[in-house]
Nanobody
């Protein structure tokens, strides 16, 4: 079993930055692909970024060049650095982990999810 706890959300102004963290517990964190997803009110959950166990990354077009995903396996933590924030980035952000496999943009590929952290960007 894997538990994921997100932190670092909050209120930011447009153009500002936030860094989200996702602390994992349970076995084999360092070998798992990890992802970040988000869900805005009234919208479906969407892919944001993902990282493989060895650092290969994947990004949604909407965040490419502004967001950066990274991981510290020694701390069992994955990060999402968000720069140049826009009001449309406002959403609940979720961390997810795969049991097996490489980084993926598909939410259905992930087996474990955190509770989410709210990010609100004001204009």
């Amino acid at each position: 079993q894997v538990q994921l706890v997100e932190s670092g959300g909050g209120l930011a102004q447009a153009g500002g930055s936030l860094r989200l963290s996702c602390a994992g517990s349970g076995r084999a964190f360092s070998s798992r692909a990890m992802g970040w997803f988000r869900q805005a009110p009234g919208k479906e959950r969407e892919f944001v970024a993902a990282i493989s166990w060895n650092g290969i990354t994947k990004y949604a077009d909407s965040v490419k060049g502004r967001f950066s995903i990274s991981r510290d396996n020694a701390k069992s933590t994955v990060y999402l650095q968000m720069n140049s924030l826009k009001p449309e980035d406002t959403a609940v952000y979720y961390c997810a982990a795969r049991e097996y496999g490489w980084e993926s943009w598909r939410g259905s590929d992930y087996d474990y999810w955190g509770q989410g952290t709210q990010v609100t960007v004001s204009s």
